[in-house]
């Protein structure tokens, strides 16, 4: 089946820095999708991709579609402590519905 | 408008009992699905409905699970005879087609 691997598992940063994550997979997706969840409540859908090459920004948030559409990737630029929570990425690919997600990577910010 | 709200928020049942999960989602979504999500991990599938019709239910770990959406809109998970591992937080996303999801804020499920 379709597999996704999200890195880095976490990142600890210092408040001010720049942030990058990616997903890859082993099979072409159609759409990507990059989500935040914090504690205690569901992912909150930042951006969504749906061409290969897209590049998209949503405020300090950037991600890419992969040319092979195989992978994508977000960065966070000047990250503030709000931005703490995990990150996950979430492909569509074969099937039109079914999400298939990474393992999240967890944002710590330093003080 | 609202987001997709789920009920209730936290749920504490003792092994063997049976427990009803509330979804209410985005005003005219017509796709509505379930995920349960374990501790650290991310969301897993359980079933997907387009308005009433229930089009995959293939994620659901065990016939003790059973959802529903009878009128296209609310939706309600069902867990009959609830084992420990069982404990987890269910999700419910909408969507007005299938690919943009927007999620409720889960129900936390302890089963002790």
């Known amino acids: 089946g379709q597999q996704l691997n999200q890195s880095p598992q976490s990142m600890f940063i210092q408040e001010g820095e720049d942030v990058s994550m990616n997903c890859t997979s082993s099979s072409i997706f159609n759409t990507w999708l990059w989500y935040k969840q914090e504690p205690g409540e569901g992912p909150v859908l930042l951006i969504a991709?749906?061409?290969a090459g897209e590049l998209t920004s949503n405020g300090r948030l950037t991600a890419q579609f992969g040319i092979t559409r195989k992978d994508s990737f977000l960065n966070i630029s000047a990250s503030i402590p709000s931005d703490v929570g995990i990150y996950f990425c979430?492909?569509?690919?074969?099937?039109?519905?079914?999400?298939?997600w990474g393992a999240g990577t967890k944002l710590i910010i330093k003080p | 408008g609202a987001g997709v709200s789920q009920s209730p928020r936290y749920k504490v049942a003792k092994r063997g009992q049976d427990v009803a999960l509330r979804c209410d989602p985005i005003s005219g979504h017509v796709s509505l699905f379930w995920y349960q999500q374990a501790l650290g991990q991310g969301p897993e599938f359980l079933t997907y409905f387009q308005n009433e019709a229930q089009l995959d239910k293939s994620g659901l770990p065990s016939d003790r699970f059973f959802a529903e959406r009878p009128e296209g809109s609310v939706s309600t998970l069902k867990i009959q005879r609830t084992q420990q591992e069982d404990s987890a937080v269910y999700l419910c996303?909408?969507?007005?087609?299938?690919?943009?999801?927007?999620f409720g804020p889960g129900t936390r499920l302890t089963v002790t």
């Open positions: 979430a492909g569509l690919g074969d099937s039109n519905y079914q999400l298939i």
């Open positions: 996303a909408s969507s007005p087609d299938s690919d943009e999801q927007y």
């Open positions: 991709l749906y061409k």
